[in-house]
């Protein structure tokens, strides 16, 4: 993957991950809590693929 193409990828993730965090976060009435369990959810997905991504295009498994 391209940085380009993960820094769109990251940002497109983050983006929707925090407007469904903070839709729930507001339908439940809650602090905060869903905004950061799926930001974390979008940061640690995101840099997984990169490097699934990257060990399957070099050949590693």
């Not at 990828?9 to 903070?22: P, R």
């Not at 979008?42 to 070099?58: H, V, Y």
Request: aromatic share 14%; net charge positive.
């Amino acid at each position: 993957m391209k940085p380009t193409q993960f820094s769109g990828f990251l940002l497109v993730n983050l983006l929707v991950c925090l407007l469904i965090g903070y839709w729930l976060d507001t339908w439940f009435h809650t602090k905060p809590i869903f905004i950061v369990v799926l930001v974390l959810y979008a940061l640690i997905g995101s840099f997984l693929m990169l490097i699934l991504k990257d060990k399957k295009k070099n050949g590693r498994s």
